[in-house]
Every structure is written in C-alpha cells, then in structure tokens.
C-alpha cells in the first residue's frame, strides 16, 4: 500500500464490474420496494457479500468502503444521467443529445431503469440461489468495458 491512503485507491475495472453486477444482484441494498430493504440483518449479510468481493483485492477492505463505493459509483452515474436528461430536454435534433461516456454507465442501469430488482444473477456467490426471471436486464455479455459500443441502451422515461 501507498502512503496515500485508502482514499486513491484506484480498483481494477474487472472488480469494479464484478461489484456492480453483484450489487444488482443485491436489490435489498437499492430498491426500495425489496420486502426486506428495511431489515437491518439482511442488509448487513448483502454489504458482507460485498466486503468479501473487495477483500480479494484489498484484504483491509470494512462495511465502510463498501458504502463509500456504492456512493461515488451512484454519484457517477447520477452526474451523467443528468448531462443526458438535459441535453435531451435541451437537444432539437438526435445528434445534440449527450452521450454518456461513463464505461460502466450502462452495467449501472438497473438502479434507475428496474425497481423490481429481477434480472438475472451475476454475483459470483449468489448464483445458487437466484432464479432467472426472464427480465431484460442482462450483464453476461459485458467482457470488456472499453471494447462495448456507446451505452445506446441506457433509456430514462418518466423523468423530470
């Protein structure tokens, strides 16, 4: 470790993606219709899930990094999401709408586009006890961020 600290801890986009896709499949930690979004328990053991995907990288890694990096890939995300919501409430031809240039803008969307929370498991240790749904949201594709097109699928209705 640097003596920089924790806070430039910079992490791998292989780890970053495999946290979003486990964070999706943890919808008790982001929708708020889940049964048990309020249970104080099942959240702890869905953020340990989480801790245990950071560990592998940074054995140091608390609750407390957890939610440090839910929030700064939300803000991220909700940044970009408002430069599209404005530029298309602004643009007066296709060309003038922003395109997002966030890599993992796209992987991100279920937090905005599906508040039901299906989808289909990717989180490495909870594919045994998930079932596929047969909802769109699809992240098994994805190999490599930096090789996808430009996010065309991220689509916001009803927003203000």
């Known amino acids: 470790m640097d003596d920089k ?6 992490l791998p986009r292989n780890l970053i993606k495999r946290f979003i896709l486990c964070y999706h499949d943890l919808p008790i930690l982001w929708n708020r219709t889940h049964p048990h979004y309020k249970d104080r328990q099942k959240r ?8 245990d995907l950071l560990k592998e990288y940074d054995p140091t890694a608390t609750h407390g990094h957890v939610f440090r990096k839910i929030e ?4 991220c995300v ?7 919501v404005e530029s298309r409430r602004k643009a ?3 060309e003038q709408i922003y395109t997002p240039t966030l890599w993992y803008y796209n992987i991100f969307s ?4 599906n508040s039901s929370g299906e989808g289909t498991s990717t989180c490495p240790d909870d594919d045994a006890n998930s079932e596929d749904t ?5 992240f098994d594709n994805i190999e490599d961020p930096q090789e996808t097109e430009i996010y065309p699928k991220m689509e916001f209705t009803n927003v203000r």
């Open 72 to 75: 700064s890939l939300r803000a």
């Open 110 to 113: 279920f937090a905005f586009e």
């Open 134 to 138: 047969g909802a769109d949201v699809h």
């Open 44 to 51: 702890h053991e869905a953020i340990t899930t989480l801790t």
């Open 92 to 94: 007066t031809t296709p």
């Open 78 to 84: 909700r940044r970009e999401h408002r430069k599209v």
């Open 5 to 10: 600290g924790d806070a430039y801890r910079v």
